[in-house]
């Protein structure tokens, strides 16, 4: 390996780490993507590698040496610390730093309270939801949300078509802004620019334009409503906004930002809720919402249990 590949390489994991913060230079990044298409192979490689730390994590940090700083809670975040611990990190989980194949799938996750931006090859990028998993497969236009929460920038191609699956929905698109929340029993697809076709599994099809939110089961007919664009992904904003949403969606949202399950008594769980909770640490979307909705506390050992009070 030369000095312009390690050069290169360093790059990569510098952009790798930056991406992750919510001031990242997208534009900055874009061109140095197309600068050189070796960039491109140079930045996929470190992100399935970080992929592939995440997923080995235990067995990485059992085995560094404590003087790597391996007993951080976060390995894969060891790349802002040179080229050298990247790749001997490639070396444990047995993956080649340079020309790693692209065939298989790459899964990329998030823990609760914590979010993820993903840069793919073509210029999609991919801001994941906490506690949330997607899968993306080698040739990068297959993709599944497995759960949790992303949104989608997807740059014009009407050569290339973006393929994302979730519950029972697959969406395609050639360019738009959209995001898919898979959680409390439902998929919610919103589109705050272009459009984007969603299929279901049983043969429906709907053309879904932008101010427009869908919303099913993955069973019968959707349901389809506007939706204001800035609404869209709101937690990219520290924002939790719904609109007649049930309690149940409600509650597993608030357990993906917790990092504790929370969910709402049987009898409430269709009940419905509109209005806006501000995230911040997580802490308080509990009490903010049961403050809000007239709702009783229920602490039972690691588990919150939503209820009614008493009349």
């Known amino acids: 390996m030369d000095n312009g590949d390690i050069d290169r390489i360093e790059e990569a994991i510098a952009w790798h780490h930056a991406l992750a913060r919510d001031d990242a230079d997208w534009d900055r990044f874009t061109a140095w993507l197309e600068a050189d298409p070796a960039n491109r192979t140079a930045y996929d490689e470190i992100a399935s590698i970080d992929a592939a730390v995440d997923a080995h994590r235990d067995t990485i940090l059992a085995i560094l040496p404590s003087e790597t700083g391996a007993r951080e809670s976060r390995p894969s975040r060891r790349w802002a610390l040179g080229a050298g611990v990247a790749a001997a990190l ?119 334009a932008a101010g427009r939110r869908l919303i099913g089961n993955g069973e019968g007919a959707p349901m389809v409503s506007p939706i204001a664009s800035a609404d869209v992904a709101s937690w990219r904003q520290g924002r939790l906004v719904y609109d007649n949403a049930s309690l149940a969606v409600v509650a597993a949202d608030i357990s993906r930002y917790r990092g504790t399950p929370v969910s709402v008594d049987p009898a409430l769980a269709e009940r419905r809720f509109s209005g806006v909770l501000v995230i911040g640490d997580g802490t308080r979307l509990v009490s903010d919402l049961a403050s809000v909705a007239g709702l009783r506390v229920d602490r039972r050992g690691d588990r919150i249990v939503l209820g009614g009070k008493p009349s």
């Open 90 to 208: 490639a070396l444990v989980v047995g993956i080649p730093l340079l020309h790693t194949p692209q065939e298989k799938a790459v899964i990329y996750t998030t823990r609760p309270a914590e979010t993820k931006a993903v840069a793919l090859a073509d210029g999609t990028r991919i801001a994941l939801s906490a506690d949330s998993a997607i899968s993306v497969g080698g040739n990068q236009r297959e993709i599944t949300l497995q759960r949790g929460a992303a949104y989608f920038d997807v740059p014009h191609d009407p050569t290339r078509q973006l393929s994302v699956t979730a519950g029972g929905y697959r969406i395609m698109d050639i360019g738009t802004h959209f995001s898919i929340d898979s959680g409390g029993g439902r998929v919610a697809i919103a589109v705050a620019d272009g459009t984007v076709t969603v299929t279901q599994g049983t043969g429906g099809r709907t053309v879904l």
